[in-house]
């Protein structure tokens, strides 16, 4: 087999135990990478402090001082290299991946408020959203993060079957679909499907072996498994860039129309 070209890799995991299992599987990335000769950046959200909050703050030279539009001094922060330092070193990070793995307990069905604040943050007018000034016009598969592969680890404390198909908390993938279509598909990164971890409230040590051998695969083949099939806006699926064509999935609504395959399961 011939050896995967070196990349760049980030790796933001959100957790305040340090013997979390969201933490072991962080270091555990880390050392499958570093194996395989990638270059690994790393933000620990809670180590380092994170400022989870998205306020004010954030804008030392203001626009407009009488009244906080986020997307008026967001754009203009940006584009005017006026951001806050911790928001300027995060971009950094992620304009020089070639992928970004989130890592993140679920925590009522979402990642915890820190990283959610990362987001929030980071992911500023004129490169994850309003991209080169043109709306929403590259938006879905294309955008400031386009050609960057993006994972989601997540650690869950009920059983697999509470997240099954007709499982009583719905499906995971489901729930986490404003992560995976929305934050990361949203600004042009190709995403891979959900790595998952459940029953960790009472996970043993073998439960967890198993789990790290897996994730350790996972990580192998983070250049080489394919994205989830997430419809691109310009691709011809969406002809007014707002809605399927008539033609498209047409027995299909909801969340799963915009996958293509979606009987497939994607974990």
Same mark, same amino acid.
């Given at each position: ?32 990478? =570093? &194996?395989? /000769?990638?270059?690994?950046? *790393?933000?620990? +959200? ?8 998205? !306020? ?84 879905? =598969? &294309?955008? /400031?993060?386009?050609?960057? *592969?993006?994972? +989601? ?8 079957? !509470? ?105």
């Amino acid at each position: 087999m011939p050896a995967i070209p070196r990349k760049k890799v980030l790796i933001v995991h959100a957790h305040p135990e340090r013997t979390s299992i969201t933490r072991q599987l962080a270091d555990s990335a880390c050392e499958v990478l =570093g &194996e395989q /000769g990638h270059v690994v950046m *790393r933000s620990d +959200l809670y180590g380092m402090g994170w400022k989870a909050v998205f !306020d004010g703050q954030d804008f030392p030279r203001r626009v407009n001082p009488d009244r906080l539009s986020f997307i008026e001094e967001s754009g203009h922060a940006f584009s005017h290299g006026c951001q806050t330092p911790d928001v300027e070193e995060e971009q950094r990070k992620i304009l020089a991946a070639d992928a970004v793995i989130l890592l993140f307990p679920l925590w009522w069905y979402s990642m915890p408020a820190i990283m959610k604040g990362w987001v929030d943050r980071v992911w500023a007018f004129g490169l994850a959203y309003g991209y080169q000034g043109a709306g929403n016009a590259h938006r879905y =598969g &294309e955008g /400031g993060f386009a050609g960057k *592969r993006a994972l +989601l680890a997540v650690s869950v404390g009920g059983p697999a079957q !509470d997240y099954s198909p007709r499982g009583i908390n719905g499906p995971l993938e489901q729930l986490l679909f404003p992560i995976t279509h929305g934050t990361l598909f949203f600004p042009g990164m190709q995403v891979l499907p959900t790595f998952a971890v459940y029953g960790t409230g009472s996970i043993d040590a073998q439960g967890m072996a198993e789990a790290t051998t897996a994730w350790r695969g996972r990580v192998a083949k983070l250049f080489e498994d394919e994205p989830i099939a997430f419809r691109p806006q310009n691709g011809g699926d969406y002809p007014d860039r707002h809605a399927l064509g008539p033609h498209i999935a047409p027995d299909q609504t909801g969340l799963m129309a915009h996958v293509v395959n979606a009987s497939r399961p994607l974990r």
